[in-house]
């Protein structure tokens, strides 16, 4: 007979700790990910503001 190899026994109280731990993982990831999201969002349209702002004034100065 061929030896199988047994997988080790996790007590479904251990399976419900790590599943848990796992899905406070993925939000905490999200999270990090959306502010990550949003900090480029909020510079990127301070640097269009920038940008326009200084049409106008280079705009302004023309004349």
Do not use: N, W
């Not at 007979?1 to 997988?7: F, K, L, V």
């Not at 502010?35 to 510079?43: C, M, S, W």
């Amino acid at each position: 007979m061929a030896e199988q190899s047994a997988r080790p026994f996790v007590s479904p109280t251990d399976a419900a700790a790590h599943q848990a731990s796992q899905t406070v993982r993925d939000e905490r990831t999200k999270r990090r990910a959306a502010l990550v999201r949003a900090a480029i969002y909020i510079a990127g349209t301070h640097f269009f503001a920038f940008f326009v702002m200084l049409l106008f004034f280079l705009g302004a100065h023309k004349h």
